[in-house]
């Protein structure tokens, strides 16, 4: 019995066609199974249900030879043997319901919470296309995120599709957290790819823990096959399809994109793709841009505004994935280590970070403020090794001696926690504070 409740748990994101047609595995490797006797009957992406002495195990056609089909399998399974069944069982697709919110849930769209089955809906595919480019809705809706730096540097509107780059341990999944907070949306979707474990766990229970009532939690740890890390950011974008398409406003946190992006050049490379860009195939851009285009408006009412996580290593923003990313999206969101080193946090650096849409989620006095603001604190961060060798003299330069008197106020302001309440009108509080110190309001900068 138990072993026919687990291959009905494995078909339940399956949509079984009427003949079900099965091969024979003729070669194993420890994540890949290569099948003889579908060559005639497949297709790339079809699944492929496999007996194994340890249980069924799922795997997804990368590969079509004219004799034989590679499988890569979406879960370890050690006790393959020669001449086991391998039986197509249709396209991958998942059943989102209203009830899914507040569960946690693996890239199959099993639950991980031990909250109880989950209720299915009507079956949606995994690797659905984008919505045709004359349907899509325009966007017009500023959102307030409330993070300070955020809404005044690098606005976002309903909709948009933003990047969020860091390297390591400067604060990205914090800051993804208080993203996750702002009230102006009525359902996140977080997708936790290639995460160890105990992040997972920090991430639910810490940023994510005051709003999981409305969040859909997709985890792929990083001791996962390369399959399930692949497929957990096509299930969350499906999860949020649903939602979207059901008129509500949807955030979707991918953390991060560049996990996901080694999991799929993992398993292109295993289908014999060759790499053509610092080890990266070309499907594997592809396969990213065509996610980021799944999210955004569609016909309706609904919206998907997506933050995808993008690790930079070293710092290097030309690197294949950043720079794909940041080709692809309609914004960007940079994390400095410098400036957290240095005890601001959130560590955005707001000469690095831009928004595409600031037009639109700005008024127009907005707009310009903010356009003087970024060049007070250029100004300020150009002079900083001649002000350091004593090269400025007060007075000398009104316009510097300005950023000198009111940059450093003005990290000091944007200085934000998770413990911190949400920022309403990020301008008006950034004028109250520097006001009591420089007698001059938030004038003193619009006339920088």
């Not at 769209?109 to 909250?115: E, M, N, S, V």
């Not at 359902?187 to 790819?193: S, Y």
């Not at 690790?311 to 410098?338: N, Q």
């Not at 000469?351 to 639109?360: G, I, P, Q, T, Y």
Request: zero cysteines; proline letters at 6%.
């Amino acid at each position: 019995m138990a072993a026919l409740e687990r291959i009905a748990g494995l078909l339940s994101g399956y949509t079984s066609p009427a003949v079900r047609l099965s091969g024979v595995v003729d070669e194993a490797a420890p994540n890949e199974r290569m099948v003889r006797g579908l060559s005639a009957h497949a297709a790339l992406g079809d699944q492929l249900l496999v007996a194994h002495g340890d249980g069924p195990a799922l795997g997804e056609v990368i590969r079509i030879d004219r004799n034989r089909v590679a499988a890569a399998l979406y879960e370890r399974r050690s006790a393959a043997f020669l001449g086991a069944r391998a039986s197509l069982v249709g396209r991958f697709s998942l059943r989102p319901h209203d009830t899914w919110l507040g569960r946690v849930v693996d890239a199959l769209g099993r639950p991980l919470d031990g909250g109880g089955t989950l209720i299915q809906g009507a079956a949606r595919p995994a690797d659905a296309d984008p919505p045709a480019a004359l349907s899509r809705t325009p966007l017009t809706t500023a959102l307030r995120t409330g993070v300070k730096v955020l809404d005044i540097f690098a606005p976002l509107v309903e909709g948009q599709r933003v990047g969020v780059f860091a390297g390591s341990g400067v604060g990205k999944s914090t800051l993804l957290g208080m993203i996750a907070a702002a009230t102006t949306f009525d359902v996140v979707v977080a997708a936790l790819v290639g995460e160890r474990g105990r992040e997972v766990n920090e991430m639910l229970e810490g940023p994510l823990a005051a709003h999981r009532e409305r969040t859909i939690s997709v985890v792929a740890t990083g001791d996962e096959t390369a399959m399930m890390r692949r497929l957990a950011p096509l299930t969350a974008m499906t999860i949020a399809e649903f939602f979207r398409d059901a008129g509500k406003r949807v955030l979707l946190v991918t953390d991060s994109l560049t996990r996901a992006a080694h999991a799929a050049r993992d398993v292109a490379l295993a289908a014999g793709e060759p790499p053509v860009s610092r080890g990266y195939p070309p499907s594997v851009f592809a396969d990213l841009t065509r996610l980021a285009e799944r999210a955004g408006r569609g016909a309706g009412r609904g919206s998907i505004t997506a933050v995808f996580a993008v690790l930079v290593d070293g710092g290097d923003m030309e690197e294949p994935i950043s720079d794909a990313a940041r080709g692809t999206l309609d914004g960007h969101i940079v994390l400095s280590r410098p400036i957290a080193e240095a005890g601001r946090y959130p560590a955005v650096d707001p000469l690095a970070s831009l928004s595409r849409l600031a037009d639109r989620a700005f008024r127009a006095d907005e707009l310009d403020l903010s356009r003087r603001l970024r060049g007070l604190i250029a100004r300020y961060e150009d002079t900083r090794d001649l002000r350091l060798i004593g090269g400025h003299r007060v007075g000398s330069d009104p316009q510097l001696d300005r950023a000198v008197q009111l940059v450093p106020q003005i990290y000091e302001a944007l200085i934000q926690t998770p413990a911190n309440p949400p920022s309403i009108d990020a301008f008006a509080e950034l004028a109250a504070m520097l006001s009591p110190r420089t007698g001059h309001g938030a004038a003193e900068p619009e006339s920088a």
